[in-house]
């Protein structure tokens, strides 16, 4: 512009420095001084026809009309040519970062700015009164120059002082005008549901100077301003009021018509403040509709990260809400089984507590028994004291009475003789129907008549202790037994045996059959109840057992299952008592039970030798002894007693003419002879008992004679083939009947001082 408008020649440089406010920019002032201020025949003179002027023939006016609204409104435009002569104003424009400091500088020193309040809203309000004020100063200025040229500085500054000291109300009401012709969208952004924006905030959106966003974060957002809006909004603001001022104040219009001398440089220099001002409020609000949009941008991508963030979290609380869910269904179920389970237990707890009541009741009745029966307790437990002397008394006299009773028992069966002899004739078997018997006559229980069935009709009479007929059972045998057993128990020796021909039956009744035991079995059970009962008078016993077998003159033990052969020897006990024997290297067990004894005689009748014989399939041909030792100790009076019981089944004599093994008939023969001459020598009263002839007699030498108790049973078979066997036997035992013995002993040991 300097090169092409002339500077006029009464311009003058200011001498001095420019009454500037502050540091204001001085190259600013340089510029807007260098304006040329030409007056308008000048200025016509030096510009274009107007192309307007040109087609609708107007005035200054429509002119100056154009250029304001080129300089203000078309600067903007990309499209925009901007004149020549503006191009002072590019430096200001186009430095507005520089510009916007030192300008603003400067306008805060100047009074139209001063006059502005420091809050936003307020100061964008005066702003807009300011780009009105400026707009009409410019307008003004344009139709002043465009009109005439002769009015006074002093018309020029009072407009623009006029316009300074516009009073605020005015700028309402320019405002309002404007207001009223421009479109103005204008709102603020809805926050968001919870503090979140709901959605994307529109492209166009004009916010006011004062709106704001508070976002979620709290970050507060700058205002927003659409520029173009913005722009056109002050394009037809300054229209409006360019168009408008004349009309709304006289004063104004005559103003306006006024031209601004170009020696005025106070009004030029304010008029393009005022220019400066519209401007850089252009600037600025462009500016913050930049940084509005940044902002928003900011804010979008913001809201875009927290809407995912937002998505993200919402997943997630869809999910911890279905797992929530679910806890909550499964809390629901456990709280359910819970409440089944309370109401359930609370049911019991009221049951128990019934039952507790109850109980208690119980209790305290049970109480009141337990001290009625302590009281009758303390009444009874003297009575005991008493009552235990008594018993220790009873005691004493039961253990003397037993006493008696043994010595009374021991005489009776002193009277009955130390040796007694039972007759048994055994029935026919079945499968013996085909044999002949003899003629029997029981003429009482201890005498019988054998009659003779071949003719000779001899008849022969014997007399035994007893006599048994065929129908006598095995209890009625035993029951005569028993009293020896009860001898053996209290402190003698006693010794059964079965003597008679093979076949007669004495295994039958020393052993019996399992449906029919005979004497060693019950002798057995016999004992082991006895022994029970004399716990009561104090005596506690032992039992001790052995089982031997005779062969041919030969020991064997009959509970060795080893198969080894051991020699088994028959000694003298005792030096002093002669009869004493017993047998070397044998086994003797001690049994508690019945059941073991009875194991240990099957043992040894499984170990015994038979074979068959004429008389008998399954013949004894062994002496079998078994040996029951009775130990009977009286802890309270230290005393002792040994007895015993010898149980003897013998082998069955045979006649040598029947036999088929001679050596083993000998011998069984031999050793059934050398007992008969020990048991006639002793009932001969002979100094000398063979004892010692045979194994049998030996080993039977304590029970025989001395201190025993014998029992001897003859056994006989009823047939008329046996007839001599059997009147052998029954002559044998007649012998034996009427032996009368020595009075026995009892075996006492005292304080373990031996047998005696
Ligand atoms: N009182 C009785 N009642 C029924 N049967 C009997 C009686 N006595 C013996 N017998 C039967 O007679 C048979 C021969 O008896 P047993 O074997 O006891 O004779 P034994 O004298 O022992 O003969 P051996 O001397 O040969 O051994 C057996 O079958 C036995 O069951």
């Not at 030409?38 to 154009?66: E, I």
């Not at 029970?532 to 031997?548: M, S």
């Not at 010692?692 to 078979?717: E, Q």
Request: charged share 25%.
């Amino acid at each position: 512009m300097d090169s092409k408008i002339p500077k006029p020649s009464f311009l003058k440089k200011p001498t001095g420095p420019l009454s500037l406010p502050g540091n204001a920019r001085l190259p600013l002032s340089r510029d807007l001084l260098n304006i040329p201020s030409a007056n308008s025949t000048m200025f016509a003179k030096m510009r274009a026809p107007s192309p307007d002027k040109k087609s609708t023939g107007g005035g200054t006016v429509n002119r100056a009309k154009l250029r304001r609204s080129r300089s203000a409104m078309d600067l903007n435009r990309p499209d925009f040519h901007r004149p020549k002569h503006t191009s002072a104003l590019a430096p200001i424009l186009s430095r507005a970062g520089n510009i916007n400091a030192n300008t603003v500088a400067m306008m805060a020193s100047s009074d139209l700015v001063k006059q502005m309040p420091s809050t936003n809203g307020t100061r964008m309000h005066q702003l807009r009164r300011s780009r009105s004020a400026c707009d009409i100063a410019m307008t003004s200025n344009v139709s002043s120059i465009s009109s005439t040229t002769t009015s006074s500085s002093a018309s020029g500054m009072s407009s623009l002082a006029g316009f300074k000291r516009q009073p605020p109300a005015a700028a309402p009401n320019a405002r309002t005008a404007v207001a009223a012709k421009v479109p103005k969208v204008a709102t603020t952004i809805p926050p968001r549901a919870g503090g979140v924006l709901s959605k994307p905030i529109p492209p166009k959106i004009v916010t006011t100077a004062a709106s704001s966003v508070a976002t979620a974060t709290g970050r507060r957002v700058a205002p927003v301003v659409k520029s173009t809006v913005g722009i056109k909004a002050g394009t037809n603001k300054a229209r409006t009021a360019g168009a408008d001022a004349p009309k709304a104040n006289g004063a104004g219009a005559k103003t306006i018509n006024k031209r601004i001398p170009p020696y005025d440089y106070k009004a030029r220099f304010a008029n393009l403040t005022e220019k400066h001002k519209a401007l850089m409020e252009k600037h600025e609000k462009l500016l913050e509709g930049y940084a509005g949009r940044e902002a928003l941008q900011e804010l979008y991508d913001d809201c875009t990260r927290e809407l995912e963030q937002l998505k993200t979290e919402h997943a997630q609380l869809k999910a911890e809400l279905q797992t929530v869910r679910l806890e909550n269904d499964e809390l629901s179920n456990t709280n359910q089984s819970l409440s089944s389970n309370l109401e359930h237990t609370e049911t019991e707890l009221q049951k128990l507590r019934e039952k507790y009541t109850v109980t208690d009741r119980e209790n305290a009745t049970l109480r009141m028994q337990l001290k009625e029966l302590e009281e009758r307790a303390a009444f009874l437990e003297e009575e005991n004291v008493t009552l235990q002397d008594v018993n220790q008394r009873n005691t004493e006299l039961l253990f003397h009475a037993n006493i008696e009773r043994k010595d009374l028992h021991n005489m009776v069966m002193d009277l009955r003789g130390n040796i007694r002899v039972f007759c048994r004739v055994r029935p026919p078997l079945p499968m013996e129907s085909h044999r002949i018997e003899c003629g029997w006559k029981y003429l009482d229980e201890q005498s019988i008549e054998l009659i003779a069935m071949d003719g000779s009709n001899k008849r022969m009479d014997f007399s035994f202790d007893h006599v048994f007929h065929p129908r006598t059972t095995q209890q009625d045998i035993f029951d005569n037994v028993s009293p020896l057993i009860q001898s053996a128990l209290d402190g003698y020796n006693v010794c059964i045996f079965a003597y008679g021909q093979t076949g007669s039956g004495k295994t039958y009744t020393m052993d019996g059959v399992p449906d029919s035991l005979g004497v060693i079995p019950r002798t057995v059970d016999l004992i082991f109840n006895a022994i029970n009962d004399y716990r009561h008078f104090g005596w506690e016993y032992e039992i001790r057992v052995t089982f031997l077998e005779i062969y041919n003159e030969i020991l064997y033990d009959l509970l060795d299952t080893s198969g080894t052969t051991k020699d088994l020897e028959i000694r003298m006990a005792n030096a002093k008592n002669k009869t004493e024997v017993y047998v070397s290297n044998i086994i003797e067990e001690t049994v508690e039970t019945t059941a073991r004894l009875h194991q240990l005689m099957n043992i040894a009748k499984m170990n015994r030798a038979t074979a068959a014989t004429a008389g008998n399939e399954r013949s004894s041909r062994s002496h079998a002894v078994t040996k029951i030792t009775l130990i009977g100790t009286h802890q309270e009076k230290g005393e002792t007693c040994i007895g015993s019981v010898n149980l003897v089944d013998l082998a069955g004599s045979e006649s040598p003419k029947t036999s088929t093994r001679m050596d083993e008939t000998k011998n069984i023969n031999r050793s059934l002879s050398e007992l008969s001459n020990v048991i006639l020598a002793l009932v001969q009263r002979n100094e000398h008992i063979p004892y010692r002839n045979s194994k049998l007699t030996h080993l039977l030498m304590p029970s025989l004679g001395g201190n025993s108790k014998t029992l001897m049973f003859v056994n006989v078979a009823p047939f008329q083939d046996c007839f001599t066997e059997t009147v052998k036997s029954l002559r044998f035992a007649s012998q034996v009947n009427s032996c009368k013995l020595q009075r026995v002993k009892r075996n006492k040991v005292l304080n373990g001082s031996g047998v005696m």
